[in-house]
């Protein structure tokens, strides 16, 4: 095998990997049902946004569940033709895979030419999370390359952290950088990224009083309409109580966890040796302490993987792969409630992602702690490593 040869596979990977998945889309006829979820708000953006959160589509009967910033955003969607806007969404997400990677592997450090990514893309493709995003027509992509894109700007770059208000208020989870900003020092980015946020809240008022004061109000808490806190869709800490006290709405026994994990997982990160770290586990506990964290949430495993990897744990970062790929939550019996009444030995499968979560957040918590204590000699240790300690239904909007 040539030069040219060997430099060309990654390439001809990539397109071996884009093509099976497109075939799979055609021959399962995939619904991409969260597009039709964003098709709709834009409709009714443009009938006044009245009817903003009181419509639910598909077979699913999925709402909106977006502040009213985002409808707006989606307001193109209502005007393009279904299949159009399907194809788009699809070769979009993509295409935002090949960025993720990029920006995951400038973001943790390591130098990776074209030729790289593309070969790494094809394999991040059928990671479970990344795979249900670009299967749903989610924006899961999207929003974590905007994310990562802001914070990998030069230090004291012009409205850096701006992008990551907008992107809050699209979807306001990544509210969770805001606070690990302030908490590491970062007080201009983090100013920025609340003057972005305030500034979608502002937008959306304006174009959509009546759908503001509703979401503001009232949708904002009503967590249900997101869907069953309890099925092994779930991959928050909520779903993971749930599943294991059989018992679909775990109240404190969730709250009181999720509780101690935001501040664990803030203070890690706040902690950690290097910015990277500190964002992975910044994503790390805005996912788990998220009364909802869908499977396809997730795509931020790209990135830890990319962290870790750059650390030279080569292990562990193969060891996540196979997780983060094996779909151990969609081996088990999960059609009507039978997630509430898993055995014992199937709740670690049903809920993968969040014990992997908590480990690696116990683990970095506990290296924050060691590296505070003085060395023999006087001086502290270089943080560790994340480091991890477990193993590892329908579409949502």
């Given at each position: 095998?040539?030069?040219?040869?060997?430099?060309?596979g990654?390439?001809?990977?990539?397109?071996?990997?884009?093509?099976?998945f497109?075939?799979?889309?055609?021959l399962?006829?995939?619904?991409?049902?969260?597009?039709?979820?964003?098709?709709?708000?834009?409709?009714?953006?443009?009938?006044g946004?009245?009817?903003?959160?009181?419509?639910a589509?598909?077979?699913?009967?999925?709402?909106?569940?977006?502040?009213?910033?985002?409808?707006?955003?989606?307001?193109?969607?209502?005007?393009?033709?279904?299949?159009?806007?399907?194809?788009?969404?699809?070769?979009?997400?993509?295409?935002?895979?090949?960025?993720?990677?990029?920006?995951?592997?400038r973001?943790?450090?390591?130098?990776v030419s074209?030729?790289?990514v593309?070969?790494?893309?094809?394999?991040?493709?059928?990671?479970?999370p990344?795979?249900?995003?670009?299967?749903?027509?989610?924006?899961n992509?999207?929003?974590?390359?905007?994310?990562?894109?802001?914070?990998?700007?030069?230090?004291?770059?012009?409205g850096?952290g701006?992008?990551?208000?907008i992107?809050t208020?699209?979807?306001?989870?990544?509210?969770?950088?805001?606070?690990?900003?302030?908490?590491?020092?970062r007080?201009?980015?983090?100013?920025?990224?609340?003057?972005?946020f305030?500034?979608?809240?502002?937008?959306?008022?304006?174009?959509?009083?009546?759908?503001?004061?509703?979401f503001?109000?009232?949708?904002?808490?009503?967590?249900?309409?997101?869907?069953?806190a309890?099925?092994?869709?779930?991959?928050s800490?909520?779903?993971?109580?749930?599943?294991?006290?059989?018992?679909?709405?775990p109240?404190?026994?969730?709250?009181?966890?999720?509780?101690?994990?935001?501040?664990?997982?803030?203070?890690?990160?706040?902690?950690?040796?290097?910015?990277?770290?500190?964002?992975?586990?910044?994503?790390?506990?805005?996912?788990?302490?998220s009364?909802i964290s869908?499977?396809?949430?997730w795509?931020?495993?790209?990135?830890?993987?990319?962290?870790?990897?750059?650390?030279?744990?080569?292990?562990?970062?193969w060891?996540?792969?196979?997780l983060?790929?094996?779909?151990?939550?969609?081996?088990l019996?999960?059609?009507?409630?039978?997630?509430?009444?898993?055995?014992?030995?199937?709740?670690?499968?049903?809920?993968?992602y969040?014990?992997?979560g908590?480990?690696?957040?116990?683990?970095?918590?506990?290296?924050?702690?060691?590296?505070?204590?003085?060395?023999?000699?006087?001086?502290?240790?270089?943080?560790?490593?994340?480091?991890?300690?477990?193993?590892?239904?329908?579409?949502?909007?």
């Amino acid at each position: 095998m040539n030069a040219r040869t060997r430099a060309a596979g990654p390439f001809v990977l990539l397109a071996a990997s884009v093509a099976a998945f497109l075939v799979l889309c055609a021959l399962e006829a995939v619904p991409m049902a969260d597009v039709l979820v964003y098709r709709a708000e834009g409709a009714a953006v443009l009938a006044g946004g009245g009817d903003l959160y009181g419509f639910a589509v598909t077979e699913w009967q999925l709402p909106a569940t977006y502040p009213p910033f985002a409808a707006l955003l989606f307001v193109p969607a209502a005007v393009v033709p279904l299949s159009a806007l399907k194809g788009a969404f699809l070769l979009g997400n993509i295409a935002l895979v090949v960025v993720l990677v990029r920006l995951s592997c400038r973001f943790a450090g390591p130098r990776v030419s074209w030729a790289g990514v593309c070969g790494v893309a094809a394999l991040a493709l059928w990671l479970e999370p990344v795979f249900q995003t670009v299967l749903f027509g989610q924006i899961n992509l999207a929003l974590a390359c905007l994310i990562l894109w802001d914070l990998t700007r030069p230090p004291g770059a012009s409205g850096k952290g701006l992008a990551l208000g907008i992107a809050t208020g699209i979807k306001l989870t990544p509210a969770v950088f805001i606070v690990y900003l302030f908490l590491a020092g970062r007080r201009r980015e983090a100013a920025h990224a609340v003057a972005g946020f305030v500034g979608t809240v502002a937008v959306g008022a304006l174009v959509l009083p009546y759908a503001s004061g509703e979401f503001w109000t009232r949708r904002l808490y009503e967590t249900g309409r997101v869907g069953k806190a309890w099925i092994v869709d779930n991959q928050s800490l909520q779903g993971l109580v749930a599943r294991v006290l059989h018992d679909a709405e775990p109240g404190l026994l969730w709250a009181v966890p999720a509780l101690v994990v935001a501040v664990a997982g803030l203070y890690a990160a706040r902690t950690a040796g290097t910015p990277a770290r500190g964002v992975v586990l910044a994503a790390l506990t805005a996912l788990l302490v998220s009364p909802i964290s869908w499977s396809h949430h997730w795509v931020w495993c790209v990135p830890l993987i990319a962290v870790v990897w750059a650390e030279g744990r080569r292990r562990m970062a193969w060891a996540l792969a196979a997780l983060f790929t094996a779909r151990t939550m969609w081996l088990l019996p999960h059609e009507g409630d039978l997630d509430l009444h898993l055995a014992w030995w199937q709740q670690p499968l049903a809920s993968a992602y969040p014990l992997v979560g908590v480990a690696l957040l116990g683990g970095a918590v506990a290296g924050a702690h060691s590296t505070s204590q003085p060395a023999p000699g006087g001086t502290n240790q270089a943080p560790p490593a994340i480091e991890a300690r477990s193993p590892g239904r329908s579409p949502v909007a």
